[in-house]
Nanobody
């Protein structure tokens, strides 16, 4: 299983970004896909996930601002991030689990700054 994350960048407070994570080597449509983030000096935290049945969960601080979605045909999971603030600055990782193993993407940097 390989995960390739993209879409990060520098954005001003209040701005938006959409992250993408393309998966290969996996059936995908049955997997729960997740986005995590890790800010400097902080532990990695779960931002959002989406099950194969399209059920979603979100970190409290991103509810109403972020939306996770998936495209099972193209094996991509997205994270639409709106109303970004400096506290959202972090490296964002996508993750899945399959056959009892965790698989992580390489991370994409999101920086929110004026």
């Amino acid at each position: 299983v390989q995960l390739q994350a993209s879409g990060g960048g520098l954005v001003q407070p209040g701005g938006s970004l959409r992250l993408s994570c393309a998966a290969s080597g996996t059936i995908f449509r049955f997997n729960t896909m997740a986005w995590y983030r890790q800010a400097p000096g902080k532990q990695r935290e779960l931002v959002a996930d989406i099950t194969g049945a399209f059920r979603t969960t979100y970190l409290d601080s991103v509810k109403g601002r972020f939306a996770i979605s998936r495209d099972n045909v193209n094996r991509i999971v997205y994270l639409q991030m709106n109303s970004l603030n400096p506290e959202d600055t972090a490296v964002y990782y996508c993750k899945t689990e399959e056959r009892g193993r965790q698989f992580w993407g390489q991370g994409t940097q999101v920086t929110v700054s004026s």
